[in-house]
């Protein structure tokens, strides 16, 4: 099987092609190397260097014939999309229309779409964890773009018989990961913690996310690659709470340290609470997640150290 990845060369990118080059399969990358890096991937990666809106991304799909598309690239971060609706709606949106029909010209039979968690909105506590049949309510454009690309691949599965795989991530995080995202705040506060720089939290540091580790989030895509329960969504996630301050426990933990964070004003768009249920996945999928948030948190904080 020939799986081209887009935004391979990111943080999620990183962890999916050293999965499926272990498991044997043939990987190809495309990134424009705006936030991917190339010492991200193994050497001897095929990597195709093209942004998804432009017309040259025919040329990559024509040289690659891939199987299935893991489509990974796009702008990833909330506040940004507040800032600049428009360039969000470029990447997100435009970006994936062309994806999707580079995918039926050239006989794609899967693309593996990454939404988010941020399509729910702010749910309430409630209704958490939440499924996938909760109403779609986002708070920001990045949660609205991805929920709009969610409506594309159904209509193009109908329209045009396109399977498709969609995957709600939680907060994802890990090695190699940016500070942009939504599980940055990780990857921010790793490095700062590495560096022994002050940390801050936007908000009281009693909102909640789901953090999820990278390397399972690869798995939960490859696990959608094969699987029989196509034209679905799932939640990948842990089903598991945990606040800003709990997170900063756990990190100054495993660094060592003790950390007492600073606090400001919350930022538009951020949602407070989020948990995700991922029954849906370990049933149909058979995936679940393998890392604790300590575990991750220390291969996180080693590799920034």
């Known amino acids: ?64 014939r891939p199987d299935a598309v893991v489509h990974l690239a796009g702008q990833t971060t909330v506040h940004v999309s507040m800032d600049d609706p428009e360039l969000d709606g470029t990447q997100n949106v435009v970006g994936s229309i062309h994806v999707l029909e580079q995918a039926r010209h050239f006989g794609v039979k899967r693309v593996i779409f990454a939404s988010t968690a941020a399509s ?11 499924d996938e049949f909760e ?20 209509l193009y599965h109908q329209a045009y018989g396109l399977d498709y795989v969609v995957l709600r991530f939680a907060n994802v995080y890990g090695e190699r990961q940016g500070d942009g995202g939504e599980g940055g705040v990780i990857s921010i506060f790793a490095k700062r913690v590495a560096k022994g720089l002050p940390i ?63 606090y400001a004003a919350p930022r538009p768009g951020d949602i407070y609470k989020s948990l995700l249920a991922n029954g849906r996945a370990r049933r149909s999928l058979g995936w679940e997640p393998q890392t604790s948030l300590e575990e991750g948190l220390r291969k996180t904080y080693e590799h920034f150290c």
Do not use: W
């Open 1 to 64: 099987m020939k799986v081209l990845v887009t935004g391979g060369a990111g943080f999620i990118g990183s962890h999916l092609v050293r999965l499926l080059q272990a498991k044997g399969e043939g990987v190809a990358v495309v990134d424009n190397f705006s936030t991917g890096l190339r010492e991200n991937l193994p050497d001897g990666t095929e990597i195709h260097e093209c942004d998804v809106t432009s017309p040259e991304l025919a040329q990559v799909f024509e040289a690659v």
């Open 120 to 130: 729910y909105g702010d749910v309430a506590e409630d209704h958490l964890p939440i």
């Open 135 to 154: 109403p779609l309510a986002p708070l920001s454009f990045y949660g609205l773009s991805k929920v709009t690309v969610e409506h594309y691949l159904d």
């Open 200 to 262: 801050t939290i936007y908000g009281d540091g009693e909102q909640t996310r789901d953090f999820v580790y990278a390397g399972d989030i690869a798995q939960g895509i490859y696990a959608a690659i094969q699987t029989e329960h196509a034209n679905r969504t799932y939640n990948l996630s842990t089903q598991t709470e945990t606040s800003l301050n709990e997170l900063v426990a756990v990190l100054g933990k495993v660094a060592g340290k003790t950390l007492t964070p600073a």
